[in-house]
């Protein structure tokens, strides 16, 4: 099955901008997405790229991939503090079941 | 438009006691579903998926069942709760062929 892995936390202060890397194993995922997790709620998607992409930008949020690598990262431009949360990137793998890695705490400070 | 509604959002049970978790998704046909568990301070690990109708396909083996007797309700459940199942309990549904996964609110489950 798939493995995803995160580094578990990032700070970043108020206006910098924040990069969460992911790295997978399955390389036959068409989408691989970015979810958001604010405290105590459930997840929502916050962005995806299909596999076929190198970039994707979506306003204050730019997605990388790197298939050869297989690194996926989010970049949040200017982050503010309601960015504060935690972030799981996923991807589908063969089976179309959605595999999450552990999560990144995102905390920003003034 | 698609919804999903997860209940009850906070649960306190005791140690050996039943649990009875449920889940349904409104606005689509034959969803998968999913049932994921999230322990303090860890990501989400998957409990059990369902493709269809009464198709349960378990990944972690423990004490929790789950069950699906209609297309759109997902039902988790325990006939006797450990310590361990505390956690934040979160369902979830995809359309078949595509994994973007839409989540519930979530229920915070604390066994005492």
């Known amino acids: 099955g798939e493995d995803v892995e995160q580094s578990l936390f990032l700070s970043v202060r108020e206006g910098d901008s924040s990069v969460i890397n992911c790295t997978y194993t399955?390389?036959?995922?068409?989408?691989l997405y970015w979810y958001k997790q604010e405290p105590g709620a459930g997840l929502q998607l916050l962005t995806y790229?299909?596999?076929?992409?190198d970039m994707k930008q979506d306003q204050r949020l730019t997605v990388l991939l790197n298939k050869k690598d297989k690194h996926l990262s989010l970049r949040i431009a200017d982050t503010q503090t309601g960015d504060s949360a935690i972030y799981f990137c996923?991807?589908?793998?063969?089976?179309?079941?959605?595999?999450f890695g552990r999560g990144t705490s995102l905390i920003v400070h003034p | 438009s698609q919804t999903i509604h997860q209940w009850p959002a906070t649960l306190v049970q005791p140690v050996g006691s039943p649990l009875s978790l449920e889940c349904t998704v409104e606005g689509t046909s034959n969803p998968n579903l999913y049932w994921y568990r999230q322990a303090a301070g860890r990501g989400l690990q998957l409990l059990f998926y369902?493709?269809?109708?009464?198709?349960i396909s378990s990944e972690v083996p423990q004490n929790l069942s789950a069950s699906r007797p209609q297309d759109r309700q997902f039902i988790l459940s325990s006939k006797k709760l450990l310590l361990s199942d505390s956690g934040f309990y979160l369902c979830?549904?995809?359309?078949?062929?595509?994994?973007?996964?839409?989540f519930g609110q979530g229920t915070r489950l604390t066994v005492v």
């Open positions: 996923a991807g589908g793998g063969g089976s179309y079941i959605p595999t």
């Open positions: 369902s493709v269809g109708i009464g198709q």
């Open positions: 399955d390389s036959s995922s068409t989408y």
């Open positions: 790229i299909f596999s076929n992409m």
């Open positions: 979830a549904w995809s359309r078949l062929q595509n994994t973007e996964a839409f």
